[in-house]
């Protein structure tokens, strides 16, 4: 079974779909989730800066540090 798709931005690396979104915790700090669409990998990361928007390209660096790990 997949993930759904609402409410998250589609991501896709090394020609595998992952799906992101940026949600707070239960102390009021926005987290980044990275789930791949068949669910095997669900990554939560705090935010590096609150001020600066998350691009591609950061996405792309989080799951490089996850697959090097």
Do not use: C, Q
Not at 17 to 36: A, C, L, M, Q
Not at 45 to 53: G, N, Q, S, T, Y
């Amino acid at each position: 079974m997949s993930v759904s798709p609402k409410e998250k931005r589609k991501h896709i690396y090394n020609n595998k779909t992952f799906y992101w979104f940026v949600i707070k915790n239960d102390e009021g700090i926005p987290r980044i989730h990275i789930i791949s669409d068949d669910k095997k990998i669900n990554l939560e990361r705090a935010m590096f800066d609150k001020e600066v928007p998350v691009t591609g390209a950061y996405i792309n660096k989080l799951l490089n540090e996850y697959f090097t790990e």
